[in-house]
């Protein structure tokens, strides 16, 4: 009976390994999942904050979870600037504060400031890297980040 629960075992882990191994090969590129955002305009309604959210799929089918925030020209339409990096100032992995609530919280400060608190507990057990840019593309709009847990 040990031999028969052993073999179940090895049989399903070899075939697991089999899966993952295929979609490293097939899926070298990361596929797109899940995308959300939030749009904030700034008070003198001449800037747009994107707080972006995206899954992606990549290979050996491990997704990764990825939060943004854009700050453009409200001429600019949101879709194209939202998928403009040259447009983003925060970029980290997606996480949580010690409330429960979604980091980053972002709010504008006056019409050309932003105040961005991420948090950091998915950082006790692995390090996670983070982008920051401390003013927009254009060098209006100054951002300020506020670390929490």
């Not at 075939?15 to 008070?43: N, T």
């Not at 001449?46 to 409200?74: E, H, M, P, R, W």
């Not at 990096?85 to 609530?101: I, L, Q, R, T």
């Amino acid at each position: 009976m040990l031999k028969l629960i052993l073999s179940f075992f090895t049989l399903f882990g070899l075939l697991g390994g089999v899966w993952h191994a295929l979609g490293f090969f097939i899926l070298k590129e990361r596929v797109v999942e899940s995308f959300r955002y939030e749009v904030v305009h700034s008070l003198d309604d001449k800037f747009v904050l994107v707080k972006s959210y995206s899954v992606t799929q990549g290979g050996a089918l491990v997704s990764n979870c990825q939060d943004s925030i854009f700050v453009f020209s409200s001429a600019i339409p949101v879709d194209e600037g939202a998928s403009n990096s040259a447009f983003k100032v925060y970029s980290g992995s997606c996480d949580g504060f010690s409330d429960g609530s979604r980091s980053p919280r972002v709010r504008w400060i006056g019409a050309r400031g932003i105040e961005v608190e991420f948090a950091i507990n998915g950082a006790r057990l692995v390090s996670h890297d983070v982008a920051l840019r401390v003013m927009d593309f254009t060098g209006e709009v100054h951002v300020k980040f506020i670390v929490s847990e």
